[in-house]
Protein backbone atom coordinates (compact mmCIF):
# COMPACT_ATOMS: atom_id res chain seq x y z
CA UNK A 1 0.00 0.00 0.00
CA UNK A 2 2.01 2.91 -1.12
CA UNK A 3 2.23 6.01 0.95
CA UNK A 4 0.21 3.91 3.76
CA UNK A 5 3.56 2.70 5.83
CA UNK A 6 2.25 3.98 9.54
CA UNK A 7 -1.48 2.10 8.57
CA UNK A 8 0.82 -1.17 7.44
CA UNK A 9 3.23 -1.24 9.89
CA UNK A 10 0.21 -0.42 13.01
CA UNK A 11 -1.81 -3.79 11.23
CA UNK A 12 1.23 -5.80 10.60
CA UNK A 13 1.32 -5.17 14.48
CA UNK A 14 -1.60 -6.68 15.29
CA UNK A 15 -1.04 -9.85 12.90
CA UNK A 16 1.98 -10.43 14.69
CA UNK A 17 0.65 -9.84 18.27
CA UNK A 18 -1.78 -12.09 17.55
CA UNK A 19 0.17 -14.90 16.26
CA UNK A 20 2.38 -14.41 19.30
CA UNK A 21 -0.29 -14.34 21.85
CA UNK A 22 -2.00 -17.26 20.18
CA UNK A 23 0.95 -19.49 21.07
CA UNK A 24 1.63 -18.33 24.48
CA UNK A 25 -1.91 -18.74 25.46
CA UNK A 26 -2.90 -22.17 23.07
CA UNK A 27 -1.68 -24.19 26.20
CA UNK A 28 -4.37 -22.62 28.56
CA UNK A 29 -6.89 -23.25 25.88
CA UNK A 30 -7.49 -19.20 25.24
CA UNK A 31 -7.96 -18.95 21.27
CA UNK A 32 -6.74 -15.50 19.75
CA UNK A 33 -7.46 -14.43 16.08
CA UNK A 34 -7.28 -11.35 14.33
CA UNK A 35 -10.47 -9.73 12.14
CA UNK A 36 -9.17 -7.85 9.52
CA UNK A 37 -12.20 -6.37 7.51
CA UNK A 38 -12.10 -4.27 4.67
CA UNK A 39 -13.94 -1.25 3.40
CA UNK A 40 -16.89 -1.40 6.08
CA UNK A 41 -19.95 0.55 4.70
CA UNK A 42 -21.41 2.94 6.75
CA UNK A 43 -21.02 7.15 7.69
CA UNK A 44 -16.84 7.05 8.38
CA UNK A 45 -16.24 5.43 4.69
CA UNK A 46 -19.32 7.32 2.90
CA UNK A 47 -17.31 10.72 4.82
CA UNK A 48 -13.85 9.15 2.90
CA UNK A 49 -15.29 8.91 -0.18
CA UNK A 50 -17.04 12.56 -0.07
CA UNK A 51 -13.59 14.05 1.20
CA UNK A 52 -11.61 12.00 -1.96
CA UNK A 53 -14.48 12.90 -4.33
CA UNK A 54 -13.94 16.63 -3.71
CA UNK A 55 -10.20 16.40 -3.57
CA UNK A 56 -10.21 14.83 -6.82
CA UNK A 57 -12.89 16.95 -8.44
CA UNK A 58 -14.88 13.58 -8.93
CA UNK A 59 -18.31 12.81 -8.48
CA UNK A 60 -18.56 11.06 -5.57
CA UNK A 61 -20.32 7.32 -7.37
CA UNK A 62 -17.45 6.93 -9.15
CA UNK A 63 -14.91 7.10 -6.13
CA UNK A 64 -17.47 5.10 -4.53
CA UNK A 65 -17.38 2.65 -7.48
CA UNK A 66 -13.10 2.18 -6.64
CA UNK A 67 -13.98 1.16 -3.28
CA UNK A 68 -16.61 -1.80 -4.57
CA UNK A 69 -15.07 -2.99 -7.70
CA UNK A 70 -11.54 -3.27 -5.65
CA UNK A 71 -13.18 -6.32 -4.05
CA UNK A 72 -13.57 -9.39 -5.61
CA UNK A 73 -17.46 -9.38 -4.84
CA UNK A 74 -18.05 -6.37 -5.76
CA UNK A 75 -19.58 -4.89 -2.58
CA UNK A 76 -18.14 -3.10 0.54
CA UNK A 77 -17.80 -5.01 3.89
CA UNK A 78 -21.49 -4.36 5.96
CA UNK A 79 -21.38 -4.44 9.79
CA UNK A 80 -23.42 -7.68 9.94
CA UNK A 81 -20.44 -9.06 7.75
CA UNK A 82 -18.20 -8.16 10.47
CA UNK A 83 -20.29 -9.20 13.68
CA UNK A 84 -21.05 -12.53 11.96
CA UNK A 85 -17.28 -13.38 11.42
CA UNK A 86 -17.25 -12.49 15.26
CA UNK A 87 -19.62 -14.85 15.85
CA UNK A 88 -18.45 -17.81 14.14
CA UNK A 89 -14.77 -17.08 15.95
CA UNK A 90 -16.31 -16.65 18.89
CA UNK A 91 -18.64 -19.90 18.52
CA UNK A 92 -17.53 -23.66 18.60
CA UNK A 93 -17.60 -24.15 15.25
CA UNK A 94 -14.03 -22.33 15.50
CA UNK A 95 -12.67 -24.57 18.36
CA UNK A 96 -9.76 -25.42 16.53
CA UNK A 97 -9.23 -22.00 14.78
CA UNK A 98 -6.56 -19.46 16.43
CA UNK A 99 -3.67 -17.15 15.47
CA UNK A 100 -5.45 -16.38 12.32
CA UNK A 101 -6.24 -13.54 10.53
CA UNK A 102 -9.82 -13.95 9.47
CA UNK A 103 -10.26 -11.36 6.57
CA UNK A 104 -13.48 -10.43 6.09
CA UNK A 105 -12.41 -7.87 2.94
CA UNK A 106 -14.97 -9.55 -0.32
CA UNK A 107 -11.39 -10.19 -1.20
CA UNK A 108 -9.37 -7.07 -1.27
CA UNK A 109 -5.86 -6.80 -3.49
CA UNK A 110 -5.96 -3.01 -4.26
CA UNK A 111 -6.65 -0.31 -2.23
CA UNK A 112 -7.28 3.28 -3.40
Known amino acids: MPRRAPYSASKWGVVGLTKT ?9 IRVNAILP ?12 AASA ?4 KPVEEVARVYTT ?38 TQALS
Do not use: C, H, W
Not at 21 to 29: F, H, M, N
Not at 54 to 57: A, E, H, I, V, Y
Open 70 to 107: QAALGRMVTALDVANMVLFAASDLAANVTGQELVVDGY
Open 54 to 57: KTLG
Open 21 to 29: LAIELGSSG
Open 38 to 49: GAVDGPRIQAVI
